[in-house]
């Protein structure tokens, strides 16, 4: 069974630290990774993707991925209140179209 | 370019009666997947369509079916609807099976089966 998996939360942080979210997956096989944050009663929002080991940065945003460890993870600077939510991690498999997710981590930032 | 759409947003249904739920892709885009997201399960795969046929599926009973038109359009069906398919349906559109393909979410149908 490929599985994804996330701790569920919820991740507390106040305004303006750093809310590192994290991720594992079990498929040596998966080759894309992505974020998608959802907001309470709305759709995911994919806001990073990540295919190669490293970091990649896109403004308060940085993903890094090890594969030889089989973590993912999302770090948000100066995080806002307005990103809580909960936030998918998702993994596609070599020669796979379709995206296994995990159960998410839920992120409050107090003002 | 506009997002992905689907309709209808909201659905009340009684147990045993069947559902339609529409889905249109990003222009372009000719890859549509289907998942169904309950607090229990998160979001679990349904099935995925390019360029008209169903090229994977997941693990669901076979109440649950679907199809896409050559305008890359998607429909779902679920029949003889059940108290355990009340989920939120989403719908994911990408312009390519290959690669990386991003997929991008719908706004979702909510379904209430009582």
């Known amino acids: 069974q490929k599985e994804v998996e996330q701790n569920s939360g919820p991740l507390s942080v106040p305004e303006g630290a750093i809310a590192s979210l994290n991720c594992t997956y079990s498929?040596?096989?998966?080759?894309?990774f992505f974020w998608y944050r959802q907001y309470s009663g709305k759709s995911p929002e994919l806001i990073m993707s990540i295919y190669s080991n490293g970091d990649k940065e896109d403004g308060r945003f940085t993903a890094q991925l090890n594969k030889a460890s089989q973590y993912v993870s999302l770090l948000i600077r100066d995080s806002q209140p307005s990103d809580s939510a909960t936030y998918l991690c998702?993994?596609?498999?070599?020669?796979?179209?379709?995206?296994?997710f995990g159960k998410g981590t839920m992120l409050l930032v107090s003002p | 370019k506009a997002g992905v759409t689907q309709t209808p947003r909201y659905l009340i249904k009684t147990r045993g009666q069947q559902v339609t739920l529409s889905c249109s892709p990003i222009s372009g885009h000719r890859s549509v997947s289907w998942y169904q997201q309950t607090p229990g399960q998160g979001l679990q795969f349904l099935f995925e369509?390019?360029?008209?046929?169903?090229?994977n599926k997941g693990n669901f009973p076979g109440r649950f079916s679907g199809r896409q038109f050559s305008n890359s359009r998607s429909e779902m069906n679920v029949s003889t609807l059940e108290l355990g398919d009340s989920a939120l349906y989403l719908c994911?559109?990408?312009?390519?099976?290959?690669?990386?393909?991003?997929?991008?979410f719908g706004p979702g149908t909510r379904l209430t089966v009582l």
């Open positions: 369509y390019f360029s008209e046929t169903q090229r």
């Open positions: 998702a993994v596609k498999r070599i020669g796979y179209s379709t995206l296994t």
């Open positions: 498929d040596r096989g998966s080759q894309s």
């Open positions: 994911a559109s990408s312009n390519t099976l290959a690669g990386h393909n991003e997929q991008f």
